[in-house]
């Protein structure tokens, strides 16, 4: 009897997907349309995420196998496994990286004046231009460590840029030379600049690398060099602050932050042509083994060549310059600040950054600062940035003494110091801090203003997909909705109040809370689709999100499909449901846009028996935003504003014929084909949104 098939898995590897996800960013550096220097940003932002990637979920892998080496996962795979798949998609993705960067990349930008010099490269003007500034800004920082039994190995940063150089010799005090090690300062820039004259080209660099490369043996007079080869290990990054014993949550998350730098070792990074007993012993330091380590034909981090995208100044280089329009009535010049209070009083008013600019939030939270009438601001705080205009306006206000209540998420992932030194500020003038539900992250986007009208107080509040954050608004899509209506400042105003006080559950009318209610709700709205559809009746889904992964949202998608239900997924990034499977997901598309700007807004639309009920949120698809965080989804009531949503989110997302990707069966994605004039989301919203 022939041995049965075993069943395909329900749900894709959650790490899998997200190396998927990387291939489409880096496919937009492969495209010849993508400028020259936008190609560089695409191969820089690909390094920067897989940094985050070992450092969060590789090291969660290792983790995983420690702790659970026999648990099968919902993906059919135990960790080990899902720790060699991954592995060998990263060999693959990295090992594409460079490839893309030398011989595609790094050619055109030279082709169009933008130069890499490297050492072995240089002529006489350019080797003594750069043997003048290693002395003069390099040399003197530099701490060569050569490894004895007084000089062991020295300790590592997270991330760091070293470097190992074999020696032989005998030194001044009769020690016999072997290894030292160099570690370059965190004061010393990455990469520098070679005046033009020098270069040859309008915009020459030399990276930190090939100085130490030229020039290392200076530090080692007398001894035989027989080598310089850079290397960097990735740590372990993930917190861990004891949520049941924590007393203080920001004390505690100090101390945790100190050691961030120094967790286990999870990948070793080592110059392409390090001589193999060399990496055999940094694999033994680091307690790493081959598979974990990666042979870089260019700079380890290569994350630090953006720095090339932000100095060099050329537009033919570049994606068109933009900024998002002002849209009307906020366009107008008000003849006081108030005024736009006046604005939100008449009706809801829908914001889409960054095609829409996020200066009406920034004028209504300027507004409340100084208005006299307003008497309290509240708000949440997830990720703003170290210069964020938005929270000296926070500080403006409570110096003013107006009532100030800031909700700031110390655990937001590596903004952490940045949000204790603004608590610390928020603090110091007299604000109202909290730090949210321990246990819980508030991930909600909210801000609230009370201002006092004709003897009584009126709510007027901003909700948002997006953080408030002035840069990324200019480079994520997200929705963003200032309203004065009750119902909803009401509700937000109780979510303020369960998050800084104590109390039962509150009871909300019209926003979707997490960890309460947002999942129920998810659940029983496709449940009513799948209804509608056994029953002959009309329906759909559509959802736009940057993660898919929560089972039990998962399952009833599909169930809904088995019943009929035509199902729209735009996610951009992590997807574990498997689409497009007969007799599980036929009736289930997934696309992913990747293009000039990062898909980051969350909508959910029902058909709802033809009410079409449209949520905005802060929440992803992911166990995570619906039990482990504070977020919430909220209703866009107006039918105007709605069908805008509808249309923008989900009606033009669904015809790009050029940036958006396709889920196929198996898990790999495809570009759409064609069909027709070529239409591009993010370019029809720039034209239609940018230009009122």
Known sequence: MPARKKPEPLYFNRELSLLKFNERVLAMAELADTPALEKLRYVCIVGSNIDEFFEIRVSSLKAQIAQYPNVVGPDGMTAEWAFEQVQQAVHALVARQYALLNDKVLPELKASGVVLHHASEWNKAQTDWAREVFHRDVMPLLTPIGLDPAHPFPRVYNKSLNFIVPLSGVDAFGRKATIAIVQAPRALPRLIKMPASVSGYPHGFILLTGFLRAFVGELFPGMHMEGCYQWRVTRNSDLFVDEEEVTNLRQALQGELSQRNFGSAVRLEIDHNTPEHIEAFLQKEFALTPADTYRVNGPANVARLMQICNLVKEPDLLFPDFQGAIPAPFNSAPAKPSAIFEIISKGDRLLHHPYESFQPVVDFLTAASIDPDVVAIKQTIYRTGEDSELMRLLLAAAKSGKEVTVVVELMARFDEQTNINWASRLEEVGAHVVYGVVGHKTHAKMALVLRREKGRIKRYGHLGTGNYHL???????????????PKLCEDMDQVFSQLTGLGERRKLRHLLQAPFTLHSNVVAMIRAEARAARAGQPARIRAKMNSLLEPIVIQELYKASQAGVKIDLVVRGVCALRSAVPGLSENITVRSIVGRFLEHSRVFYFYAGGEEKVYLSSADWMDRNFFRRVEVAFPVNDKN???????????????????????????????????????????????RLGAS
């Open 641 to 687: 504003l709605k069908k805008r949503v509808i249309d923008e989110a989900f009606t033009q997302a669904l015809r790009d014929n050029l940036r958006a990707w396709v889920q196929q069966a198996d898990g790999t994605y495809s570009l759409v084909r064609r069909r027709g004039a070529v239409f591009s989301l993010h370019q029809h919203l720039i034209e």
């Open 471 to 485: 840069r990324t608004a200019r480079l994520y899509t997200d929705f963003g909705l200032l309203t004065a209506d």
